[in-house]
């Protein structure tokens, strides 16, 4: 069974900095893509960041410059720094991955459980 375990959420007013982590578990044959999403009270969930298997990151326009997406493939982890947080960027942060399970055919999309941040002026 795969999972995704997010941490690092909280609380910090306007400016500050926050590090979400994200480890993914159980019987993985591969991880492609892994990234950040977010969902804001009543608003659908929106990308954030995306990182692939060798490197390569796509930042929405809104985080481009604040935010930094990093993976560790021998931990099959992901990371999110996210530095000049503003007001607008509270939301639940949820993890994603695109995973091909040991013994499965294809891939799927996994996602963690989400994770609250919120940032006050």
């Known amino acids: 069974q795969v999972q995704l375990v997010e941490s690092g959420g909280g609380r910090v007013q306007a400016g500050g900095s926050l590090r979400l982590s994200c480890a993914a578990s159980g019987s993985i044959f591969s991880l492609k893509t892994m990234g950040w999403y977010r969902q804001a009270p009543g608003k659908q969930r929106e990308p954030v960041t995306t990182i692939t298997s060798d490197g390569s990151t796509n930042y929405a326009d809104s985080v481009k410059g604040r935010f930094t997406i990093a993976r560790d493939n021998a931990k099959n982890s992901v990371y999110l720094q996210m530095n000049s947080l503003k007001p607008e960027d509270t939301a639940v942060y949820y993890c994603?991955?695109?995973?091909?399970?040991?013994?499965?055919?294809?891939?799927?999309?996994?996602w963690g459980q989400g994770t609250q941040v919120t940032v006050s002026s």
């Open positions: 994603n991955a695109k995973i091909r399970p040991t013994g499965f055919i294809k891939e799927y999309n996994f």
